[in-house]
């Protein structure tokens, strides 16, 4: 049973043999988030080529008069119309184990398999998602604990020396609503998402204007360790170190975090994620299972222009 590691109980003397419970624990995971706010492109699947191209429709120039005179024409103007791809890859890991295992061990190893693996591509896509919301040009560095500073290009040029806090969010949601004219998440009156490190979060829940909101009014938010809502942004926090880090900046002072308004990322699946079977092999002494999947993720906006930004990523250089 070579695949299977088996540890010895004690460092030296005698070594012994024990029962086996009949009760598998299974280690814990992170939480994992940022899949489920991607956007699935609607009409695209197998045998529709290797990348999808998403159109965009830019604004028309509200600086117009648009006041007409009696006897002559409307005047025209252009609209802009562009698209970005987004192309599918392969995804996929497996776990091989011999027929010797399933018949002799005392668990069920396939099912074991199964689950871990379905834990394993949670994890995975819910990094390579969250990649694909940090590819925004916007990027808010925290440089003190009453100022903050906004990259547009794509690369964080200062070092955050504060943690996120209430200042740094008022900011950041002005900036969404009156500078990048962000939509709200979920429609008119929806407010704005905010994913955030636990780092971040105890940078906004240990800021005294958060605890002094909260103290008469709501004062359950501290008991139940939850930010909800401020400014008209809902918070989730998630403990994914993979998605999004809990060290940035000096000596590692800031919670890494993103902001979002609606229509953020884009998800593009021509495979469906799926648990696959291997084909046994040797006359079924070889055996195995797999999740598999081709699709991948992708900024709708990769812009800081007012109307087409929808992304603010919280970091550091």
């Known amino acids: 049973m070579a695949q299977m590691t088996w540890k010895f109980d004690a460092p030296s003397g005698v070594y012994k043999n024990s029962a086996m419970s009949a ?9 994992t988030i940022f899949m489920q706010f991607a956007s699935p492109e609607q009409g695209y699947g197998k045998k529709s080529g290797e990348s999808i191209s998403v159109t965009r429709i830019g604004n028309i120039d509200p600086n117009v008069s648009g006041l007409l005179t009696e006897g002559q024409k409307i005047s025209e103007t252009e609209m802009s119309i562009s698209t970005i ?3 599918v890859l392969e995804w996929g890991q497996a776990v091989p184990f011999t027929n010797l295992i399933a018949d002799l061990g005392a668990i069920n190893f396939e099912n074991s398999v199964q689950r871990k693996l379905r834990d394993q591509m949670s994890l995975i896509f819910d990094r390579v998602a969250a990649q694909a919301f940090k590819q925004t040009p916007i990027k808010a560095i925290p440089t003190g604990v009453s100022q903050l500073t906004l990259d547009t290009d794509g690369t964080p040029s200062f070092q955050a020396t504060a943690n996120l806090n209430i200042y740094h969010v008022e900011q950041i949601r002005d900036y969404m609503f009156s500078n990048l004219l962000v939509p709200e998440y979920d429609g008119e009156g929806g ?3 905010a994913i955030v490190s636990t780092k971040a979060k105890r940078g906004i829940m240990n800021d005294p204007k958060f605890e002094e909101w909260n103290k008469y009014t709501t004062p359950e938010k501290k008991f139940n360790s939850e930010i909800g809502r401020i400014e008209g942004i809902r918070f989730i926090e998630t403990n994914n170190s993979l998605a999004l880090s809990q060290s940035l900046g000096l000596n590692g002072v800031l919670g890494e ?10 998800m593009a699946v021509a495979q469906e994620p799926e ?3 291997k084909r046994p092999e040797d006359y079924g002494r070889s055996q195995g299972v797999a999740w598999y999947g081709i699709l991948n993720f992708g900024l709708v906006w990769p812009s800081a222009n ?10 550091s250089s």
Not at 23 to 29: L, N, P, T, Y
Not at 257 to 266: E, Y
């Open 23 to 31: 009760d598998i624990r299974d280690a814990a995971i992170a939480k």
């Open 85 to 87: 791809a987004i192309p």
């Open 191 to 193: 407010g704005y998402m």
């Open 257 to 266: 975090a993103i902001f979002f308004g609606d229509d953020a990322v884009a």
């Open 275 to 277: 648990l696959r079977v």
């Open 306 to 315: 007012a109307g087409e930004g929808r992304v603010v990523h919280v970091t």
